[in-house]
């Protein structure tokens, strides 16, 4: 395991912690509960609420009277609402934001202070992320991911199947990321001036590829360290094939490789993907089933011919 310096005493930067909101209530107020215990000495609480009904601003308003509560209005995803919080935070002088997911809470009242010491003593690390747990203490989510590939997507699949082992990169030494999972990362306002913001047209996913690969075309490095950090706690269910999680999965990163440069691999990963999904709607047992699979085909085939056309997705109908 790579050691984590000890912060020196009179080293303690400004940290603004930014907690998205988007009708998560209880897990939020859970989540802000648990950073009353952070030991260290110099942050400030951020709270931005993407136009949520119900009644966060409230109970924040009430029961952390210190916190900065920011109200966008609308639903302006994961890109633009921690896009709020990240320029409030710049324009407030933090030196780091870390950027929570809500539905976590700490796991670490260290956290902040061994993140900050060892940014502090690595200052080539633009971005940083801790491990993070999954659900509970006894599983460790993998947060050390790659950036969408056709070539690297058709090598994980056998990967994966073969030894699952081998992609998992979240362990007990520092690890020089392509991408940090967004769910818990600590970004360094210097490298934020360097690459801007994140950009607001992928709405949520595949966003924390497309903002490391910038930092790391600036030069910064992105960072796994071997800190515990939080327990995130993700929800089982909700996911499936034709949802529009997997869509957004799908156009983001077929988004991310026109915006850096791969045009043929994002005809190549659109061409895959509905290669696949069509033959899920071909051998679907069911008719609702198949319907549905044919319709993700064909809305994922006009996305892509619209951003190859233009550069851009449409932008993401809430």
Known sequence: MTPVPNPTPAAHPLVHIVVLNYQMREQTLDCLRSLQTLTYPNWRLIVV??????????????????????????????????????????ADGADYTLILNPDTVLANTELLTAMVAYLEAHPEVGIAGPRVFQRDRQTVQNTVLFAPSLWRSLGHWG?????????????????????????????????????????ETFFMYIEDAEIDYRARQAGWSIRYLPIDGVVHRQKREGYHATGPVAFL????????????????????????????????ALFH??????????????????????????????????
């Open 49 to 90: 609420d993407n136009g949520s009904d119900d009644g966060l601003e409230e109970a924040v308003r009430r029961d952390y009277p210190t916190a900065v509560f920011l109200q966008t209005g609308e639903n302006l995803g994961y890109t633009g609402g921690n896009n709020r919080g990240l320029a409030f935070a710049l």
């Open 249 to 280: 999965l799908k156009r983001n990163s077929i988004y991310y490789l026109v915006k850096a440069g791969q045009r043929g691999q994002a005809l190549g990963y659109a061409l895959c993907s509905l290669f696949l999904m069509g033959g899920r």
């Open 285 to 318: 047992r069911d008719r609702p089933g198949a319907r549905e699979a044919f319709r993700f085909c064909r809305d994922l085939w006009r996305t892509t011919r619209v951003i190859l056309a233009t550069g851009q997705p449409d932008e993401w109908h809430r």
């Open 159 to 199: 990967r994966y199947r073969l030894a699952p082992d081998s992609l998992v990169l979240s362990g007990s030494s520092v690890v020089e990321a392509e991408v940090l999972n967004g769910v818990c990362v600590l970004l360094r306002s210097r490298c934020l001036h360097d690459i801007g913001l994140f950009d």
